[in-house]
């Protein structure tokens, strides 16, 4: 069993803000597939199913998505190596991609949370979003919209992109994704 999870925050205010790319990609993701919604208050996420793949987007907030995962991760027994985390990455320009296993959190909270829930060796996927120029503005930046030029390449280049990755870590592992599809 495979777990994808997209992380972002719950709520028609966030839809479409920096945060919440691992929410956009997720559900593209499943909007051309045949899934089963499974209904488990327990997991705290809105959780999909299709095959063997299990699509996660926590409703704990992002402070909190380690919870979520971890609850899903336990019950279905999903080792670490099959767990795939898709977010943003403040030090990445605009369109960058790029993917890892393991690694910091960097300063993000939903890393943060998953990592003291699950460890750290879980697949990532990591979109730049890039950065505000003042540091005090972060809080501000990651949770503002995405601009009308920024959702249009995110909806016809980047999102398609990152759900052809996602399929080759599960068809082909990680290194031969990191080899074809890193956006730099």
């Known amino acids: ?3 994808i999870v997209g992380l972002g925050n719950i709520g028609e205010k966030y839809q479409n803000t920096r945060h919440n790319i691992g929410f956009l990609v997720v559900d593209a993701m499943t909007k051309s597939l045949n899934t089963a919604n499974i209904n488990n208050t327990n997991f705290q996420s809105t959780l999909e199913k299709s095959g063997y793949n299990l699509f996660a987007k ?7 998505s380690g919870i979520a ?3 899903i991760k336990e019950y279905y ?3 670490l190596d099959n767990i795939i985390v898709i977010h943003d990455d403040l030090d990445l320009p605009f ?4 993917f890892k ?3 910091g959190h960097g300063g993000h909270n939903g890393l943060r949370s998953l990592d003291s829930h699950l460890g750290k060796d879980y697949i990532r996927v990591r979109v730049g979003i ?9 809080v501000n930046y990651v949770l503002n919209d995405f601009s009308k030029v920024e959702l249009g390449i995110l909806e016809k280049e980047l999102i398609p992109h990152i759900i052809e990755a996602i399929k080759t870590i599960l068809s082909d592992g990680l290194e031969v994704t990191k080899t074809k599809y890193t956006k730099k």
């Not at 369109?95 to 790029?98: A, D, N, S, Y």
């Not at 890039?130 to 972060?138: A, H, L, M, R, T």
């Open 1 to 3: 069993m495979n777990l």
């Open 58 to 64: 926590p409703k704990t907030y992002m402070n909190n």
């Open 69 to 71: 995962v971890f609850n």
């Open 77 to 79: 027994k999903i080792e």
């Open 95 to 98: 369109g960058t991609i790029r």
């Open 101 to 103: 296993k393991g690694g």
């Open 130 to 138: 890039g950065k505000p120029q003042d540091k005090d503005e972060v």
